[in-house]
């Protein structure tokens, strides 16, 4: 099943999930060379339209985001709206609220919430305006920055706003190549980014599920292992009933029922050996991948793979 390093399942804090994921890195130069590019467009920008994934918005932040943003404005959306279940939305929305972040949802694919994102953005743009107008000199159109991982759906919501596919959007990380400026009427000129990447991913389980969303390259870690974590991530996530995990789920799709270890964690490889048996003429890799497969088309349902953690325990009175 590959070389892939597992390392050690320490219950994440703030989900108290523990899944032994598979090593993952991945900072190809195509995303070095974006960076670069990027930090040099950011002058013309006076807006920063952050995408997360809905259904990991955590692990979908850059830590160099503040950095990038500097005094610009700022919109946080996040994008696949349809693909977590609907109740977790106001969940999400109070978490950001609590700390003085608001949230704009959209659907990329279906254009939900696009109209939303485009009069923050003009409203943004008045606020510029009224500024330059202070300081005598002429309006013009906002420049607003698209900014978020790789696969996020960052031209797609370009493609929604404009209302034409004027770039290129494909289900695979790394489709955007290099920045363009498309022009949305009068208001707002919008620069389509490729997605960026932490140069190193410290947290192995945001690894992941980044991995899992499609989010880094399918190259850069072994489909099998990440099948496997992501069956153990799945039996993990019943318990947070908000992730939209049923029970039985594994067993209901494809006929296999996940057994356990003597340890009580689920046993996910004799799992995939078994459904690969009955599904994919025993090719394990064909099984996992068609795994992937189901979740990434949203086939497995609505399933969030992060939840708002959880808020820390008060620290004990000291003893008298
Ligand atoms: N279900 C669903 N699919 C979406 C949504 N947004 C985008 N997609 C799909 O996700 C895939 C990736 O979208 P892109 O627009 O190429 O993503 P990107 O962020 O520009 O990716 P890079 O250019 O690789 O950084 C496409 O197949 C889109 O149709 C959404 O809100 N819901
Ligand atoms: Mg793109």
Redesign the pocket.
């Known amino acids: 099943m590959g070389d892939s390093a597992a390392v050690s399942p320490s219950p994440e804090p703030s989900t108290g999930l523990s899944v032994n994921a598979p090593a993952i890195q991945w900072y190809p130069g195509h995303i070095a060379k974006a960076e670069r590019a990027l930090r040099a467009a950011l002058a013309k920008v006076d807006l920063v339209i952050e ?1 997360r994934d809905a259904r990991i918005p955590l692990a979908t932040g850059h830590p160099r985001l503040q950095r990038w943003i500097g005094s610009r404005q700022h919109l946080l959306v996040l ?5 977590i279940p609907a109740p977790l939305r106001a969940e999400w929305t109070d978490w950001f609220r609590a700390r003085g972040q608001a949230l704009l949802w ?4 279906a254009g939900t919430g696009v109209k939303q994102l485009q009069q923050a953005a003009i409203r943004s743009g008045e606020a510029l305006n009224a500024r330059r107008l202070s300081r005598g000199m002429r309006p013009r159109s906002v420049r607003a920055l698209m900014l ?1 991982f ?7 919501l370009i493609n929604r706003l404009v209302r034409q596919k004027v770039v290129e ?8 190549r290099s920045l363009r400026w498309v022009r949305l009427g009068q208001d707002l000129d919008l620069l389509d980014a ?2 960026v990447l932490p140069p190193r991913l410290d947290d192995q389980l945001a690894a992941l599920r980044l991995a899992l969303c499609d989010d880094i390259g399918q190259a850069a870690y072994d489909s099998e292992a990440v099948a496997v974590a992501f069956i153990a991530l799945l039996s993990a996530l019943e318990a947070l009933p908000a992730a939209g995990v049923t029970a039985g789920l594994l067993e209901r799709r494809y006929g296999i029922a996940l057994g356990a270890l003597s340890s009580g964690a689920p046993d996910a490889e004799v799992w995939l050996a078994e459904a690969a048996e009955r599904h994919t003429s025993g090719d394990t890799l064909r099984m996992a991948t068609k795994l992937l497969d189901d979740f990434r088309c ?1 086939r497995l349902g609505a399933i969030a793979l992060e939840l708002p953690p959880l808020p820390s325990p008060l620290p004990l009175p000291a003893a008298p």
């Open positions: 995408v994008n696949r709206v349809d693909m959209c659907d990329a694919k978020g790789p696969n996020v759906g960052k031209s797609a959007s494909a289900r695979r990380a790394g489709v955007t490729p997605g949203s």
